[in-house]
DNA sequence: TTCGCCATTTGATGAAAATCAAGGCCCAAA
DNA sequence: TTTGGGCCTTGATTTTCATCAAATGGCGAA
């Protein structure tokens, strides 16, 4: 196996003996679809490197429905933070999206590396620091925003990664929708509400975007609630979206 | 003023010398209640200590709701995990709950003093991963949970942390309403509800729990995190929990 | 004390999203 | 080709919570 960890940021100032050192304590697997990774309350002495497929990590509440937490991206890694506690759980369940490929390292192999270099602490805190920057980002969505605003944010976000009006979602409806903290259904009620508003067209997973600027209006409907009058259109437009 | 700052988590492995250097780009101030700190997008070069009172950290919709992210106790520091970023700007707005006291601390001369103490770093790392569990176990309460849901499990937590059924709500009605995203008056409602099944009883600010069993059953609590002897930055209002 | 300003409570109403229940679609296996 | 099982969609209904509006009550200042 000649893939480069450090292609991933967490690995990027490692030295090649730094290098040889983590992949000593190293272990590739190779998951099926909806296979598991580990569940919440797992005791957490490895964590994780996605190098091929997608990883979600979710909680599941006792009714069974699942939130999914983030769903991580090849060349990302994930549960690096739990390895600074003293004793270690996953606080979530890792399972394969689709098969998946995943390396996992030794936590405390680990913390040995990075008691030797002060670059490879600096990496690991900033990515921390982004992560919680993050999961801010996540509160907010979830709390001051409706679901219509959080499925074109995501929309947004997923049009301008992509470049081009016209684009794939990138999972499975259901999944997408629990990624939103909402019902399959009214993911499938939003999508055909903005359809009807001619703001997009949907044929199955594609999505072709037509009126951005609505959709932008919509994203950022609380920065936009304060301003000038003549958004207010777009508002209005925005407002009766559900109505009827 | 003879404050030991390292009473603080994050600077007990201190040793005088650092101490002494991380003092010298320190200020303190007394904030009134209401009093900002900072708001969302400031440039973010200072971090800080709370060593009396409190500080609420918020995000704030344009029709002027405010979304609690936190309530910072005394002996507990906060925005430290910013300096790790390349333009650090606040996440949150700051303000005192009630009239409160801080320290405040020049992030670059912290990074100075932690690019020569693995010990520090690695305290650093550990008081991140702890925020970063509080924020996911702050998105499950969100989405997994009702109202209702995130009320009981906040007085099971208060009720716990004071050791006995009969205790004081931590801070004015509306305030811990925000802090569970939802309105003054749903809050007032499921209180009243609560009281009217004889789970509690209440008087202003005192509460007093009657069936503890059922007050349990009500919140939900799978016990994922049940089992966390550590740390538990006590002061902390209920947080922690996080992988990635 | 009275006044006025708060935070809180209470009631009535409405809107968003969950839930319940079919039904349709697509694809893969028989 | 037919069949069956995931997904997704659609419709009807219900629940939860926000919103609007109007008391109530406490507490400090005049």
Redesign the interface.
């Known amino acids: 196996m000649n893939f480069d960890i450090r292609m991933a940021h967490l690995f990027s100032t490692l030295d090649d003996n730094q290098v040889r050192q983590v992949m000593e304590s190293s272990h590739i697997s190779t998951l099926q679809d909806g296979e598991s990774l580990f569940e919440?309350?797992d005791e957490?002495n490895r964590f994780f490197l996605v190098i091929g497929g997608q990883v979600k990590?979710f909680?599941v509440?006792?009714n069974g429905?699942q939130?999914i937490?983030?769903i991580i991206q090849p060349g990302n890694t994930?549960?690096?933070?739990?390895?600074?506690?003293?004793?270690p759980?996953?606080?979530?369940c890792a399972e394969a999206l689709g098969p998946a490929k995943i390396i996992s390292f030794d936590s405390k192999r680990f913390l040995q590396i990075?008691?030797q270099s002060?670059s490879v602490?600096?990496r690991?805190?900033?990515t921390?620091?982004?992560?919680?920057?993050g999961?801010?980002?996540?509160?907010?969505d979830?709390?001051?925003q409706s679901a219509t605003t959080r499925m074109c944010a995501m929309l947004l976000r997923r049009m301008e990664e992509i470049g081009k009006p016209h684009f794939t979602l990138p999972a499975a409806k259901g999944v997408l929708a629990a990624r939103l903290?909402m019902k399959p259904e009214t993911f499938s009620r939003i999508l055909q509400n903005l359809s009807s508003k001619n703001i997009l067209n949907t044929k199955g997973n594609e999505i072709h975007v037509i009126d951005a600027e609505l959709l932008r209006s919509l994203a950022h409907l609380?920065?936009?609630?304060?301003l000038e009058p003549e958004v207010h259109c777009a508002l209005s437009s925005a407002k009766s979206l559900h109505s009827d």
Do not use: N
Request: proline share 2%; glycine share 6%; with cysteine.
């Open positions: 919440t309350g957490a990590l909680r509440s006792s429905d939130k937490i983030d994930f549960a690096e933070a739990l390895m600074f506690m003293e004793h759980i996953y606080p979530v990075l008691s002060f602490c600096f690991i805190m900033g921390m620091s982004q992560r919680l920057r999961l801010i980002k996540e509160i907010d979830l709390t001051l903290s609380e920065s936009v609630l304060g």
